[in-house]
Nanobody, 127 residues
Framework: QVQLVESGGGLVQAGGSLSVSCAASGRTFSMYVMGWFRQAPGKEREFVAGISRSGSRTYYTDSVKGRFTISRDNAKNTVYLQMNTLKPEDTAVYYC????????????????????WGQGTQVTVSS
């Protein structure tokens, strides 16, 4: 298990950009597939993006393709989500998650029960 702490959320106007980060504790960060999820009020949590252990593979839900970019820095134990051209429907609490199962299972397979979760950071996009 790793401890995850998100930061960087906030309020932004539609069309703007925001970056959120997730710092992980421990020395085994590179052994974890990382993902970003979000949950809007009254809605179920949904997968947003995932990245493989080395960072060589990424995967996005259709609604954010071309607008969001997930990346990681294993030397800094941090995963990032750069969000551009934000829309009001992107408003949600954003959570990072970590797990050691295969990338294909977690990300491509859209598994929702990952092993470690952060506390979440609020992203609000005004119209």
């Amino acid at each position: 298990q790793v401890q995850l702490v998100e930061s960087g959320g906030g309020l932004v106007q539609a069309g703007g950009s925001l970056s959120v980060s997730c710092a992980a504790s421990g020395r085994t960060f590179s052994m974890y597939v990382m993902g970003w999820f979000r949950q809007a009020p009254g809605k179920e949590r949904e997968f947003v993006a995932g990245i493989s252990r080395s960072g060589s593979r990424t995967y996005y839900t259709d609604s954010v393709k071309g607008r969001f970019t997930i990346s990681r820095d294993n030397a800094k134990n941090t995963v990032y989500l750069q969000m551009n051209t934000l829309k009001p429907e992107d408003t949600a609490v954003y959570y990072c998650a970590a797990d050691q199962e295969p990338f294909s299972t977690l990300v491509v397979g859209r598994k929702m029960t990952w092993g470690s979760w952060g506390q979440g950071t609020q992203v609000t996009v005004s119209s």
